[in-house]
């Protein structure tokens, strides 16, 4: 049980952080119409808004690497591991989190830290007609390595525990896809209730076989 709260504790503290920084996307979208509409309208650009949406887009996609992790949702090839027992698929991933990903991450903290710092010091900014401070951003790169660190270190521990009882542990439940697609159909007029119960019913078949594919054939 306490590795149990261990586990979900760090996927509350990746999924919060994901969550909030994925508010950046309604800022960069509004960021990216306001300029349209003063570049095209009202022939106005502004020299910052391409320095301003790269830093904006590269924080939404480091900060969310911890939350996608802790979701099992990063790209693998699963030709073989889709296949095989929990034990094995928990070998696996311990292998390679042992070998590439700590390894990866802690290179990828450190080098951070250190562009952060010299960034810091010279208070660096942007090369354009309004430069903007880059400081801040850059140093998102050794916060974001450290909590993928933190969700990674967590994964090594669901591994053990998977090779210890041959079981893969609960995850911390979010918000699947196919929850979007339920509110969708059942708040659509155009689709009969019957209709929309049975295919709900098929993506939820659909997806819970391809959920027990990927761990081995078990729930």
């Not at 020299?47 to 590269?58: C, E, Q, T, V």
């Not at 994964?155 to 911390?172: F, H, K, N, S, Y």
Request: with cysteine.
């Amino acid at each position: 049980m306490k590795t149990q709260t261990l586990l979900h504790t760090a996927d509350e503290i990746s999924t919060w952080v994901g969550k909030t920084f994925a508010w950046l996307i309604v800022a960069l979208m509004l960021l990216v119409v306001v300029e349209v509409f003063k570049r095209y309208a009202l022939n106005a650009p502004t020299a910052w808004i391409f320095d301003a949406s790269n830093m904006m887009y590269g924080t939404l996609f480091m900060m969310g690497g911890a939350y996608t992790l802790c979701q099992d949702g990063h790209v693998r090839g699963d030709f073989f591991y889709g296949s095989a027992k929990p034990k094995t698929q928990a070998w696996l991933d311990l292998v390679l989190y042992i070998v590439f990903f700590i390894p990866g991450v802690i290179a990828l903290t450190w080098a951070g830290w250190n562009y952060a710092a010299d960034s810091w010091s010279i208070h660096e900014q942007t090369f354009n007609a309004d430069p903007l401070p880059l400081y801040p951003f850059k140093s998102i790169i050794p916060l974001a390595g450290l909590i993928v660190l933190m969700q990674g270190l967590a994964e090594i521990l669901r591994c053990a525990v998977c090779i210890r009882t041959g079981e893969w542990t609960p995850r911390l439940k979010d918000a699947d896809e196919i929850d979007v697609v339920e509110q969708q159909l059942a708040g659509s007029t155009l689709v009969d209730q019957g209709a929309a119960l049975e295919a709900i019913a098929n993506a939820k078949n659909i997806e819970e076989s391809a959920h027990q594919r990927a761990k081995g054939g078990q729930a």
